[in-house]
Structure formats: C-alpha cells, structure tokens
T-cell receptor, first 112, second 109 residues
Framework: KAGVTQTPRYLIKTRGQQVTLSCSPI?????VSWYQQTPGQGLQFLFE???????NKGNFPGRFSGRQFSNSRSEMNVSTLELGDSALYLC???????????FGPGTRLTVL | DAKTTQPNSMESNEEEPVHLPCNHS???????IHWYRQLPSQGPEYVIH???SNVNNRMASLAIAEDRKSSTLILHRATLRDAAVYYC??????????FGAGTRLTVKP
C-alpha cells in the first residue's frame, strides 16, 4: 500500500507570490490534515478535511487555505507569501477518527 | 484547548528502558492520548494511543493514570534508532490534533 505522497518536495518562491501544495492520502483514508513545521514554532496545525469538508482550522491567517477533492486528495494554498512562511509543510491522512495519522515526507517551502 | 506538558529533553542508555512522561491535566473525557515521534529529517510517525486503559504494541507501551491527567510512554529497550522527538498529543472528539514542543530523546551507546 503506497504511503502519503506530497508534491512538490521542494519549492522556492519569492515574497508576494502564491503557492499550491498537493497531498495524496493513503488509499481509503478520508481525513487529511495539514501542518506547518518551523524551527521556532514547531509543528502547528493548519486545517483538517474530511469528505471534502473542512472540520478544523488552526490559528493561521486567511492567506492559508485548503480544499479536498472527492477522491480525498487535498491541496493547500498560501497567497501573498511572506518570508515567515518558509517552512516544512506536512500532510497526514487517517482512515477514521481517533485512528493514527500517517504523515507524508513534507514539502519544503523557501520564500526569498 | 487541552494542552500537554513534556520535558524538553531526556537521555537514555542503549538497551535500557525509557519512561517519557506527559502531563495533561485539562484533558476532557473524550480526548484520546496519542504519541508520535519524529526522527531527524522525517515526518512524524505514529507510536501508540489510548483512551483510559494501558496499551501495548510492538513499539511501546502506554501507561495512563487513573485520573487520566498524565501518561507515560515506555520504550522497553531503547536503541539508537529510537533517538527522536516524542510528542504527546490530545486528540479531540472532532479529530482535532495539536502538537506541543515534544521531548527530544537522546540514546547513548
């Protein structure tokens, strides 16, 4: 069974641009969560989607958005990039509530 | 928000047991206690989870206090490959899961 995949793995953008990151969950998993990891703030929860609906949202500005498709694949978008958005963005999927989450390798975003 | 408190770092000797504590005094009745670990340059990896009773799996054991205000992750024989940051997380009924700072475990040969 393939694991969680994230594309692209690395990305370099400049301030003011926007970026879209993609996550393909493990087959059969309906919940997809997104996290931002930085050395200073650690792992911070962005949002969680289940059956195309956003169920939970962390404390991030509206520049961070996401969506989930009918096949459970998910995308997150960051508009008007800032230097502080440089981070490792992790996606995780799970089969059902309270089950373990399986994390992808992450997308390393660098904003110059 | 229910939060967890863990020591910043711990050290262990190889092949000895390791007890990683976690305090979660504001836990609610429906919160599950999850543990994840993150090895260098990798995404977090599930370790174990429980609700009220102690749990065992091939990786570790989870001991949950009777009042559920604390828990302990037990690695029975630490190996060098167990060196990682260990996160204790309360997973809420709506699937909300928030990571804290975690405990950095160093395993000495």
């Amino acid at each position: 069974k393939a694991g969680v995949t994230q594309t692209p793995r690395y990305l370099i953008k400049t301030r003011g641009q926007q970026v879209t990151l993609s996550c393909s969950p493990i087959s059969g998993h309906r919940s997809v969560s997104w996290y931002q990891q930085t050395p200073g703030q650690g792992l911070q929860f962005l949002f969680e989607y289940f059956s195309e609906t956003q169920r939970n949202k962390g404390n991030f500005p509206g520049r961070f958005s996401g969506r989930q498709f009918s096949n459970s694949r998910s995308e997150m978008n960051v508009s008007t990039l800032e230097l502080g958005d440089s981070a490792l963005y992790l996606c995780a999927s799970s089969w059902a509530d309270h089950n373990e989450q399986f994390f992808g390798p992450g997308t390393r975003l660098t904003v110059l | 928000d229910a939060k967890t408190t863990q020591p910043n770092s711990m050290e262990s000797n190889e092949e000895e047991p390791v007890h990683l504590p976690c305090n979660h005094s504001t836990i609610s009745g429906t919160d599950y206690i999850h543990w994840y670990r993150q090895l260098p340059s990798q995404g977090p990896e599930y370790v174990i989870h429980g609700l009220t009773s102690n749990v065992n799996n091939r990786m570790a054991s989870l001991a949950i206090a009777e009042d559920r205000k604390s828990s302990t992750l037990i690695l029975h024989r630490a190996t060098l490959r167990d060196a990682a940051v260990y996160y204790c997380i309360l997973r809420k009924e709506n699937n909300d899961m928030r990571f804290g700072a975690g405990t950095r475990l160093t395993v000495k040969p």
